[in-house]
């Protein structure tokens, strides 16, 4: 059954709490939760003026095919309260597919990302274009991944998600 690595973030209202919340529709929708960061607040990128993000990364693994999982986390989404602003602008939460992935092996995030299936359409960009670029994605990757990491200037470790990841 194929896996996917998803960012959760958020910089509106109850911030822990809407990632808590996404999780969980995930959870009962065809995912099943293999691993969970600690929330990490970290700085706005492109738009700076903005309340920080409370930010983790989950692996799960799923029956969907990528654009449904987008689908599925576009929803979850909307059910949350996300609302239009502008790009890269402040939201109540946003779920992100850095990857999806027929076999577990790698504790890289690079080699996972290089061996992701590969979507390229309107819709949907997979491995997700902007993971490479952002220093927190890789804290949170070794996190899941079980590697050690380094403090990195803007990115603080905040509490771990109240999800166990089940055992297989």
Known sequence: MPFAY???GSNIGYRKKYLKKAIKFLRKNCCELLA???????EPLE??????????????KTKLSPISLLHLCKHIEKEIGRFKTFRYGPRVI?????SYNYCIGSNDMIEIL????NVANKELTIPHPKSV??????????EVLGNSYKKLQGVNRGDKIGHRASRS
């Open 6 to 8: 998803l960012s959760l």
């Open 47 to 60: 738009v700076t003026n903005q309340p920080y993000f409370a930010n983790c990364l989950i692996k799960v």
């Open 36 to 42: 969970v960061s600690n929330i990490y607040t970290t």
């Open 94 to 98: 946003d779920i992100d597919i850095l």
């Open 114 to 117: 290089n061996h992701s299936y």
């Open 133 to 142: 670029e952002r220093d927190f994605i890789r804290v949170l990757f070794d």
